[in-house]
């Protein structure tokens, strides 16, 4: 049977399919093409087998053909990198002494030190220095390498040029790279479209030299250091990076405002010499600048589609300031987020039933998303192989400053660098430890994230109130002290020029939102501002006729009052007892005023801020007369008490004489003995 040459755009019915014989297996590929083999030729006639080509169009969508360009990218790397010679073999470290020292590596879950013994060469100068350090180039033989120093690692040691700095602070050092290590896990465990890993850092202590010098140990990594952000708002442009920012970013989130990693620094994604601020500036050092820092950070970023498909929520900024910086932070970025990342805010169900334990606000906020839109891949190991298949979509070229040759060939893999984890220095932890610690810092950052706009700070404060009955309605808001720091550094003329005046507008609207978190000095500031009171913060703002509102300035004088601040609830008595300065929806009610003024006698504690005003200018002596001069009159919701206005005056003639007020006193006892006569009459 003779099969006669069709064009395709003939039919199908007319074609003549015969079964497949030991002829059509014999496969002839096309040298040129080995991944698509030309059809079968059985002596001059052609034949085109359906069967056949589907056959070929099945293998090529397997998995195998995808698993075999990896391997060849992996082997294409590895030669690669076994080609490449040791980049300090000319410094001919194998020729100097070989000294023992103690290498001390901390623990971030466990909060433990572990110290072991090491072999090390170092050089006897330093080759580089910064600030406050200078490094030393040093090799550091293998614990599964006797004697062979050409498969030593190479490291830098560093040590501070000042020799009166304290040993503990090559201590302090440490456990907070390993802190922000932790937390580099963390974000990788949502997996971003880029993984970050903080340097492996220890102390090495040597001890065969005097004194027993220590040094601060890390891997040397070859490639090109940059500085993406500072600790004091610096975010680099001219090598722009959006993973180092949404990082930053979200270990704000993910600590509940607790803490913030910044000073994001290194070659690629992988970081050294970070720092982290926390919301009381304790710990981490100097550099450890509080609030502050957190502000300066939160006013220079701008969130990127990282932090979006992270669901992380962008931070209240004034019109004005998202005016003034136009500027598109993703025209150089080349990171492509594939939409397989695992947001920040996602309660599980049961988390959701279980809202006392796991506190979670569902804003209707743009970019703060629940997370039950569409399924998101979960990372249940931090640093494991994820799969050999590779995913077209969420490759990009790289938004690396600089990208070594090995890591294009390993592109195709989507795979994460190999890491050491946190845990990976204690070895005499199991691995059920290991993971058991691991889950309990997981769940505790989930139950501790929160977003970073004001909305949910008021939302997350509002479900505090439900469970907890007498909670403070004022302060432990680290957002809102953020706020305020953000308008203090408006008045010092932090974001302008030296010659320009700052942004009122801008200054004004984050005295706002801290008051709406629940900030007592800044609730207090915008109640003087509404009442045309002196204020301390932004001491020449003042609000014009049409802003300027009394109800307003009232109602956050009256909640300063209720945080137990002293000279609000010395203001509401007064605006209660005479009328002044009490708006007009309210009117005078002297039953309120007693009540204020006994609060103000009896408060003996500082305000829900800490703080505790003695109130010079209104001594007790004189609040208590007033009790007894509106009980002796009565009215405005007062019942008359002429015996209750005779205590009152003998006390308060006491009160007088205790503060040398003698005739003062003398006034008050003459006043108490009216009272009591009135009272017989």
């Known amino acids: 049977m003779v099969v006669v040459d069709r064009t395709v755009s003939e039919s199908s019915d007319d074609i003549d399919i015969r079964p497949l014989e030991l002829e059509d297996l014999r496969r002839r590929v096309d040298e040129s093409d080995d991944e698509c083999p030309s059809p079968p030729v059985n002596g001059s006639n052609r034949f085109f087998s359906v069967v056949y080509r589907s056959g070929l169009q099945k293998r090529k969508e397997q998995p195998l053909s995808r698993k075999f360009i990896a391997r060849l990218a992996w082997k294409n790397a590895f030669m690669k990198v076994k080609e490449l010679a040791d980049p300090w073999k000319k410094f001919h470290l194998d020729a100097y002494k070989t ?76 456990k907070l790279q390993m802190d922000a290590k932790l937390w580099g896990e963390e974000y990788n465990r949502h997996n971003p479209p880029k993984k970050v890993d903080i340097f492996q850092m220890a102390v090495l202590e040597m001890v065969e030299r005097e004194g027993s010098p220590l040094y601060h140990l890390e891997h040397f990594i070859e490639g090109q250091y940059v500085k993406y952000n500072s600790n004091s708002g610096f975010v680099r442009c001219e090598a722009l990076r959006m993973t180092p920012q949404a990082f930053s970013h979200f270990t704000f989130e993910r600590s509940g405002h607790e803490l913030i990693v910044v000073d994001i620094q290194g070659v690629g994604d992988l970081y050294t010499d970070p720092q982290i601020h926390t919301s009381h500036g304790d710990n981490y050092g100097d550099g450890n600048l509080g609030t ?187 957002l809102g002290q953020i706020h305020l720091d953000l308008a203090k550094y408006h008045e010092l003329n932090r974001f302008v020029e030296e010659s320009e005046t700052y942004d009122h507008d801008a200054a004004l609207y984050h005295v706002r939102q801290a008051a709406n978190c629940g900030c007592l000095e800044a609730i207090r500031t915008m109640a003087q501002l509404h009442l045309c009171l002196q204020h301390d913060i932004l001491p020449d703002l003042e609000l014009d006729d049409s802003t300027c509102d009394p109800e307003i300035g009232f109602d956050h004088m009256l909640m300063a009052a209720e945080a137990n601040d002293r000279a609000a609830m010395i203001y509401i008595s007064t605006a209660f007892e005479t009328g002044i300065g009490l708006p007009e929806s309210r009117e005078k009610d002297w039953e309120k005023a007693v009540y204020w003024i006994d609060k103000v006698i009896n408060t003996h504690t500082g305000d829900e801020d800490g703080n505790f005003d003695g109130t010079m200018n209104d001594p007790q002596y004189q609040l208590v007369a007033r009790q007894a001069s509106m009980y002796l009159t009565g009215g405005h919701n007062l019942t008359k008490d002429p015996n209750k206005a005779g205590e009152l005056f003998s006390w308060a003639a006491e009160l007088a004489t205790e503060a040398m007020k003698g005739k003062l006193a003398s006034k008050y006892f003459m006043q108490a003995e009216e009272a009591w006569a009135e009272c017989e009459e």
């Open 99 to 174: 000294e023992k020292a103690c290498r001390h590596r901390y623990n971030a879950l466990r909060k433990t030190w572990v110290t072991d013994e090491v072999v090390v060469k170092m050089e006897d100068h330093s080759f580089n220095r910064g600030a406050m350090r200078e490094c030393f180039r040093m090799k550091k033989l293998s614990n599964f390498s006797k004697d062979d120093w050409k498969r030593a690692h190479n490291y830098v040691a560093k040590r501070y040029m000042d020799t009166s700095t304290p040993r503990e602070i090559y201590f302090e050092d440490v």
């Open 292 to 478: 502050r820092g957190m502000a300066l950070f939160l006013h220079s970023h701008r969130c990127n589609s990282i932090c979006e498909s992270l669901g992380l929520t962008p931070f209240d900024l004034a019109p004005s300031e998202l005016e003034s910086c136009k500027k598109n932070f993703q025209m150089s970025c080349q990171t492509m987020v594939r939409g397989t990342e695992e947001i920040v805010v996602s309660p599980s169900e049961e988390q959701k039933e279980h809202i006392q334990d796991y506190i979670r606000l569902r804003s209707l906020s743009s970019g703060y998303h629940s997370g039950d839109e569409k399924s998101r891949n979960r990372l249940d190991s931090i640093g494991s192989m994820d799969s050999l298949e590779c995913d077209d979509r969420g490759l990009s070229e790289s938004d690396d400053s600089v990208v070594d040759s090995a890591r294009r060939e390993r592109r195709y893999l989507q795979l994460p660098r190999i890491r050491h984890d946190s845990m990976a220095v204690d070895s005499g932890t199991d691995t059920e430890t290991r993971e058991k610690d691991l889950n309990q810092f997981k769940d505790m950052v989930r139950r501790k994230a929160r977003p970073s706009h004001v909305l949910g700070e008021i939302e997350h404060r509002k479900q505090l109130e439900l469970l907890e009955e007498h909670r403070n309605k004022t302060g432990g808001s680290a």
